[in-house]
């Protein structure tokens, strides 16, 4: 999309007009400005001469109370954090607006909070947390280990930042900071309105031009670099859909979900790289046989979704045949290899008549369901007469189906000591099984039975499942839950009672909570997860470093573990800041005696880096694939 066919001839004139009148805005400015500048200069002298003695006499104070090594010092103490804050809080006058005291980690060398004096919480510096400064006032300081100060001309809520360093042996180990408040500025500002009002009336009109001429420019600034573009397809992602689904007319289009077949053997034959380049070559493919307004994006791993504009069921199934076949007669040839691929499509004619666009989605979904069952490389289409059937009712009949007929199964996949790469035990994995013997992943039908009597009867079944193993063989086991299970009454008085009818079995096994919404009542999760515990029970985070979980969360509910994202390890070996990121995790875990898993590690570089950042255990293909049969039992607990 190009800025001319977006703005038009109109824009660039605003912005000729804009730059004229920015000349004279400016000009008009400075000569007001000018003396203002020279009053301020003078009232911040004055104003920070009153206070530089207080704060002086502080930082004097605490490095007398607390010695030379106070950082250390506070970093073990929360309470005498506590006291010097409150300390510090005395200082606080009506002009200023912050006051707080900072010091440079020593691993990262960022500068971090040691004591904050915001009561806000949205507004208070935790300690440790990352402080992002927005001038060049700390290095200042830094250098020339003096006090400075500086006036914030682009800040309106402040007007002068005053920053003391705290000297230690011939160097800077903190900085006590202060940020003072506009309203003074503001009053003594006033004492110019007739100045003021003369640039004022003057600039009013080129202001207003100046204003919609600079709205205009961020926003299409910001359209374009919103991230709306899958960057390995350079199609458009999921982000994009949902926002077009706000501005168009389900109606006038037809829903398909497009799969690859078999993709996974790619990536295990020849490695994900091989991989990238087969998605890349099958979605210029796909795109290249539909047309300008369709709305092509890629939905998720190897799957697409396409809105196809304006056609007849008959026009669709040919367009749906002639991707098949553009994917299918041309090979594709990445680093050496040649690699054909099919696809597997399914098609809902009808999204508006479904509920919402989840349930469209769904719907196609279920029919791209069937064509792989069915054998893939197949196209199957959601017929008219069956448009009203809901798929969550289907779902949740083949699920309560499966669990009558005993074809609701658990798999174990292993965890492993990092160190010794012992088993220390293995994650349970639900997977329903078809009477033909398909093997179906939860991702099929959870999302279909949540808040169900089924889905209830299905965490019954997992934990029964759990607890017969363990009786069988003295195994560790980790069983998901998602944050809603604990929050609902129902699946934890089933969790506590089986856990009571066995408490042998409670210690062994580890619930692994997937954070997948912000948490909106902290002390009932802290009461739930406390008698999860109590019973013997262990309690972990899934999937860290992706959703709302935070370092908070893990040490005020008592956290046993946390499982590092899959996403963070895939990208370990080969992205520097993801390894800082990692490591970070990591340290921080250790210190508050938090076990940390490696999640889905797939290749040897990444379990190099895993076994390099000292993470506790690993979990993953590479190591070990779920197998329905339960290995040789393990020693310890992960």
């Not at 309470?79 to 020593?106: A, M, N, V």
């Not at 999760?525 to 979980?549: C, M, P, Q, T, W």
Request: aromatic fraction near 10%.
């Amino acid at each position: 999309m190009k800025l001319t066919s977006r703005y038009g001839t109109p824009f660039f004139l605003l912005l000729v007009t804009l730059s004229v009148m920015t000349v004279v805005s400016v000009y008009l400015y400075t000569r007001y400005d000018v003396t203002a500048n020279e009053v301020n200069e003078i009232l911040v002298t004055e104003s920070i001469k009153r206070k530089t003695q207080l704060f002086e006499n502080f930082a004097d104070q605490l490095l007398e109370d607390a010695g030379k090594d106070f950082i250390a010092k506070l970093e073990a103490s929360p309470t005498l954090r506590g006291y010097y804050e409150k300390e510090l809080s005395i200082l606080l006058t009506d002009d200023i607006k912050f006051l707080y005291i900072l010091y440079r980690s020593p691993g990262d060398n960022k500068l971090r909070y040691l004591l904050d004096t915001a009561t806000d919480p949205e507004e208070r510096g935790e300690f440790g947390q990352k402080f992002d400064p927005r001038t060049d006032i700390w290095e200042e300081a830094e250098r020339t280990r003096s006090t400075r100060t500086r006036v914030q001309h682009d800040l309106d809520s402040l007007w002068i930042s005053y920053v003391h360093p705290i000297i230690v042996d011939g160097r800077v180990a903190a900085y006590l900071a202060a940020d003072f408040a506009h309203e003074e500025y503001s009053r003594i500002r006033e004492l110019f309105a007739p100045l003021s009002d003369l640039y004022f009336y003057t600039a009013a009109f080129m202001t207003l031009i100046l204003v919609t001429a600079y709205i205009q420019v961020i926003l299409y600034y910001f359209s374009r670099r919103k991230s709306l573009i899958d960057p390995l397809t350079k199609i458009h992602n999921r982000q994009f859909l949902f926002e077009q689904l706000g501005s168009i007319d389900i109606n006038d289009y037809q829903l398909l979900l497009v799969d690859l077949d078999h993709f996974k053997r790619v990536n295990d034959l020849y490695g994900h790289d091989v991989g990238d380049i087969v998605l890349q070559a099958v979605s210029g493919r796909i795109k290249s046989q539909i047309r300008e307004e369709d709305i092509f994006v890629r939905y998720g791993g190897e799957e697409f979704l396409l809105l196809m504009h304006q056609k007849s069921i008959l026009e669709c199934k040919n367009v749906a045949d002639r991707i098949q076949a553009a994917v299918a007669k041309m090979p594709i040839k990445a680093e050496g290899h040649i690699v054909t691929m099919t696809l597997s499509i399914g098609i809902n004619p009808y999204p508006g008549y479904a509920k919402n666009v989840d349930e469209a989605i769904k719907i196609a979904d279920e029919q791209l369901y069937e064509a792989k069952i069915k054998g893939r490389n197949r196209i199957e289409v959601f017929e008219e007469e069956h448009r009203e059937q809901s798929i969550t009712s289907k779902r949740i009949q083949e699920v309560s189906a499966a669990l009558e007929e005993q074809r609701v199964r658990c798999m174990y996949q292993p965890i492993f000591e990092r160190a010794s790469l012992d088993i220390a035990g293995y994650e349970m994995l639900v997977r329903l099984v078809e009477p033909d013997g398909t093997v179906v992943p939860p991702d099929r039908f959870m999302g279909a039975i949540a808040h169900t009597q089924v889905y209830n009867d299905l965490t019954r079944h997992v934990l029964e499942c759990a607890m017969e193993t363990i009786t069988r063989t003295p195994v560790n086991l980790h069983v998901n839950l998602a944050l809603r299970d604990i929050f609902n009454t129902d699946i934890m008085a089933l969790i506590v009672s089986l856990l009571v009818e066995r408490p042998e079995c409670a210690r062994h096994i580890t619930f692994e909570v997937l954070e997948t919404e912000k948490i909106t009542n902290f002390d009932i999760l802290r009461k739930r997860i406390e008698i999860l515990k109590g019973l013997g029970s262990s309690v972990a985070i899934d999937d860290f470093g992706s959703g709302y979980a935070n370092f908070n969360f893990l040490v005020d509910l008592g956290i046993d573990a946390l499982k590092i994202d899959s996403t963070l390890i895939h990208d370990i070996h080969h992205n520097d800041n993801t390894y800082n990121v990692v490591q970070m995790i990591r340290d921080f875990a250790n210190r508050v005696g938090i076990t940390t898993i490696a999640a889905q590690v797939e290749c040897e570089e990444e379990m190099n880096a895993v076994r390099e950042l000292e993470i506790d255990y690993a979990q993953g293909y590479f190591l070990g694939k779920p197998s329905f049969d339960l290995p040789e039992a393990p020693g310890s607990d992960a």
